[in-house]
Nanobody, 121 residues
């Protein structure tokens, strides 16, 4: 089983920056796609940014130019980051990381527990 642990959320003023991190633990043989999603109150969960195993990235139109997703493949673990700049009140949401890949036995699709990002003055 692959578990994801997120960190880095918090309260920030409009125009500020935050960096979210998500580390994978457990037994996995490969992680292919990683992404950050968010869900604001009363709204559906949406993709913010994604990165493939080949480092191809994609972003929601609402965050293009303000956010950067990256990954760090270290021995026995993988971490995905989301650098968010020029934050706006409408970026307020719970942010979830997602990773898809394979263990030795089967594919997996894991989600983090969520981290709150609040943009407010």
């Amino acid at each position: 089983q692959v578990q994801l642990v997120e960190s880095g959320g918090g309260l920030v003023q409009p125009g500020g920056s935050l960096r979210l991190s998500c580390a994978a633990s457990g037994s996995f043989s490969v992680i292919n796609n990683m992404g950050w999603h968010r869900q604001a109150p009363g709204k559906q969960r949406e993709l913010v940014a994604g990165i493939s195993s080949g480092d191809t990235t994609n972003y929601a139109d609402s965050v293009k130019g303000r956010c950067t997703i990256s990954r760090d493949n270290a021995k026995n673990t993988v971490t995905v980051y989301l650098q968010m700049n020029s934050l706006k009140p409408e970026d307020t949401a719970v942010y979830y990381c997602n990773m898809q890949g394979r263990t030795l036995r089967s594919p997996f699709n894991s989600w983090g527990q969520g981290t709150q990002v609040t943009v407010s003055s």
